[in-house]
């Protein structure tokens, strides 16, 4: 590339009144549009701030921050900043040696072979979720969010996962109520930094921080009553409790709070928005339901969906990546350079953030055949063959990949085997009026609409 190459910068949004409250809300279409015009790199400007950042959707450029060169990349100021302070100093906040010492001490606890009991755990769950409020649905046939069912689901399967049947469930409610708050009042920081003084004097920073201390200290209470606790369990708080460093040391129960934090921040919403824009995809295309509820009989011959038979449901899988590729969960990552560095001609300043468009990748028309359309069938065996390398990233990249990923697919497999096992959904939203709010991650906007019935 010439080296006069000027990187072409966009306001973050237009200074138009009619439109910026929709831009600030989402500003996935602008960014597409300048992406598009500008062939996959440019600089993003937050008005009224001196803050900007790159902002791209080139694998090979994605690939390079993530992977080949990571060792120059750390997580933005952004998350070290806004984030960490929130959620604590746990794996998906923490940076440089205390990251690795920690993600080799916890990776075993995430290996497949140990995610057997939790699949016992999370298919009893969801049996439970089925007969209590699916069925209750059925009965009143009335319409109801899928995106709030599955957030409460997502939160009881990580609950459960982490922390076994110890706590009460009006504790975990508690939890899930500071996790959600405080995502909220952090998106707002970070999308309009000039709020900051406005959220002080409306209350909402004393509120943060008051939820804050209450979850942490809901958190602690459940760590030091299994400390003391003699009964061994097979949960994921038990696998982390046991893990032993190299040098023989084991985890301080803040590292403990650090770490569960974090689990139910990056393992609970991120599930919970994957299947339900799952199901909402599943319910606008009859021909692919039809085909999942077949491909499930025939996959597990009666059988019920559990650990042993999982890799057996493969269009289920196909369904859940292609999901997953439409509507990312992680819908952005972002990363720092620590020196100046070049990608392809590119020059990457260092401390400028480069924020990586994961959702206009997975939409890009170099890398999809009619980008926009559900087809599952992208996912078979033969199809993924042709994909261009790191155009599909839903779990990241590299050394910071999700650590839950395996986790996360077996309990996706589950629920949408299991629910579509016996029911069926009916969009009530207008297709139309289905629109992202692109928080941390990408929720639905106004959620999603549904009713239910048995199969
Ligand atoms: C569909 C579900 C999920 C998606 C799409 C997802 C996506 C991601 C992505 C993109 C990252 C990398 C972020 C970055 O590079 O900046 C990440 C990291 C992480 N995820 Fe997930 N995740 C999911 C589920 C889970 C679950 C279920 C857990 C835990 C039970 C989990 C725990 C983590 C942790 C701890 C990290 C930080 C890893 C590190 O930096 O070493 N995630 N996830």
Known sequence: MDHKFKIPSVNLFSLNPFTVKREISNPIPLFLKSLKKFNGFL?????????????TDKPNVIRHVLQKNNRNYTKSKLVQESVAPQIGNGLLTSEGEYWLKQRRAIQPAFHRGKLEYISQVMS?????FMDEVLEKHVHSGESFQIDTEMMHLAFKLVSKSLFGKDPEDDKLDL???????????????????????????????????KMKKLGQDLLMEII?????????KDDLLQMLIDTEYEDGTKMTNQQLLDESLIIYVAGHETTAIAMAWAIYLIATHPNVESKLVQSIAEDLKGEEPSFSNLRKLSY???????????????????????NDDEIDGIKIKKGIPISCLIYSMHRHSDFWNKPNEFDPDRFSIENKKNHTPFSYIPFGGGPRLCIGNNFAMMEMQLIIAMIFQKYTFELITEKDSIDMQPMITLRPKNGILVKIQKR
């Open 43 to 55: 600089i993003v400007k937050i008005p009224f701030s001196s803050k900007k950042t790159y902002l």
């Open 124 to 128: 009893d769950e969801i049996k439970v």
């Open 175 to 209: 939890i899930g109520e500071v996790v959600s708050y405080g995502q909220q009042y952090q998106t707002k920081r970070i999308r309009m930094p000039f709020l900051k003084p406005w959220l002080y004097i409306t209350g909402q920073t004393s509120k943060n921080e």
């Open 224 to 232: 030091s009553l299994r400390q003391e606790s003699s009964e061994k």
């Open 316 to 338: 289920t899988t196909q369904v859940i990546e292609e999901a997953m590729r439409l509507y990312p969960p992680a819908w952005l990552v972002d990363r720092e350079a620590i």
